[in-house]
């Protein structure tokens, strides 16, 4: 592997980086809420860009349960609003291999970020369940926040300017390889994750001892 320059920032991806999630488990949880049928909820969200346009802060937790009960025409008996959204957000489970490697570049004192394409309420129900997503990461660089998603070009920006740094000190690693060449494309060193032990190779590579 390549070696490359010490980066003097780490930003992580949240979902399937730090935490891994399931929306089939989101769409299952929702219908039975709902009491719809689960790909129903699936084309509604998704098809829809409901959850896009509450990732980009375009619209409120309140709209979206407006827009979700109006897209499915639930006129009467409408779902609980707070059990629709926990139903919506408890699709998370920590990633087991990436917490240790988080823990150690911690505790060695590297300044660490999270980056990621998320609405209001994801970011709150991870945040309480496991307070090292505060804790660990100095900045949290959040889509529903900042007004755009990855790969937008304005939300890396964003990012190196709450980091305090050049974008080329920043080394960011992301599931998707669209989000890692946007970041690439702004200046950033990115990096595809696959799995932990990779993370540590790439970290290596940049002479990160995990």
């Not at 291999?97 to 394409?117: C, D, F, K, W, Y």
Request: aromatic content about 12%.
């Amino acid at each position: 592997m390549t070696i490359k320059n010490m980066p003097t920032f780490l930003y992580f991806d949240l979902g399937k980086v730090l935490v891994d999630f399931s929306t089939d488990r989101m769409c299952q949880q929702m219908g039975a809420v709902a009491d719809v049928d689960p790909e129903e909820v699936r084309g509604t969200i998704f098809h829809f860009q409901l959850q896009w346009e509450l990732e980009r802060g375009r619209i409120t937790p309140e709209e979206f349960y407006a827009g979700f009960c109006r897209r499915l025409e639930i006129t009467k008996n409408r779902p609980d609003f707070d059990a629709l959204l926990q139903a919506a957000s408890d699709i998370f489970w920590l990633n087991e291999g990436t917490a240790p490697i988080i823990e150690r570049l911690r505790q060695a004192g590297h300044r660490l970020g999270v980056l990621s394409n998320t609405c209001v309420n994801h970011w709150e129900h991870c945040i309480e369940r496991w307070p090292f997503l505060n804790e660990a990461f100095e900045q949290h660089a959040l889509s529903y926040q900042i007004g755009f998603s990855k790969p937008e070009a304005p939300i890396y920006r964003a990012a190196a300017e709450m980091a305090g740094v050049d974008p080329s000190q920043i080394f960011f690693i992301d599931d998707l390889p669209d989000n890692v060449e946007g970041a690439k494309a702004a200046g950033f060193d990115a990096a595809l994750y696959t799995s932990a032990d990779e993370l540590t190779e790439q970290l290596r590579a940049r002479g990160i001892a995990v």
